[in-house]
C-alpha cells in the first residue's frame, strides 16, 4: 500500500505561479511513476503530468507545456508540480497519483495508477 498525501493549493490570480508538493509513503519501492491529474468543476478527471523514477521520460498535456514542470526527489519520495502563468482553465482539484510501471500507451488514463491522493485544490481567478 502506498499513501499519497497532496499540499500547496489555493487561491491566485491569472498569470500567478503554484507549487504542489506530493508526497508518497508505504511501500515506495514499488513506485515507478508519480502524476498528476486534475478535476474542473462538470469535467471529467484528466491527465497533466507524469514522470518516471529517473526522470528521463516525463510527458505533459499539451494545453500546460511551458508552463507546468515536475520534479521528484526519490529520497524523500516527494514531486512537485510548479505551475507558473497559471490561467482561470486551470482551476480545479489537483490529485497526485502513483503507478508501477511506465506505459507510454497508455499512461494519460486513470486505470494506469495505483495510487491516489486526496487532491488539493486549486483556483485561478481572472
Known amino acids: 500500500q502506498v499513501d499519497l498525501v497532496e499540499s500547496g493549493g489555493g487561491l491566485v490570480q491569472a498569470g500567478d505561479s503554484l507549487r504542489l508538493s506530493c508526497t508518497a509513503s508505504?511501500?515506495?519501492?514499488?513506485?515507478?511513476?508519480m502524476a498528476w491529474f486534475r478535476q474542473a468543476p462538470g469535467k471529467e478527471r484528466e491527465f497533466v503530468v507524469v514522470?518516471?523514477?529517473?526522470?528521463?521520460?516525463?510527458y505533459f498535456l499539451d494545453s500546460v507545456k511551458g508552463r507546468f514542470t515536475i520534479s521528484a526527489d526519490n529520497a524523500k519520495n516527494n514531486v512537485n508540480l510548479q505551475m507558473n502563468s497559471l490561467k482561470p482553465e486551470d482551476t480545479a482539484v489537483y490529485y497526485c497519483?502513483?503507478?508501477?510501471?511506465?506505459?507510454?500507451?497508455?499512461?494519460?488514463?486513470?486505470?494506469?495508477?495505483?495510487?491516489w491522493g486526496q487532491g488539493t485544490q486549486v483556483t485561478v481567478s481572472s
Open positions: 497519483a502513483a503507478g508501477t510501471y511506465l506505459s507510454e500507451r497508455y499512461y494519460y488514463l486513470e486505470s494506469h495508477y495505483d495510487y
Open positions: 508505504g511501500r515506495t519501492s514499488d513506485v515507478y511513476v
Open positions: 514522470t518516471n523514477r529517473s526522470g528521463d521520460k516525463t
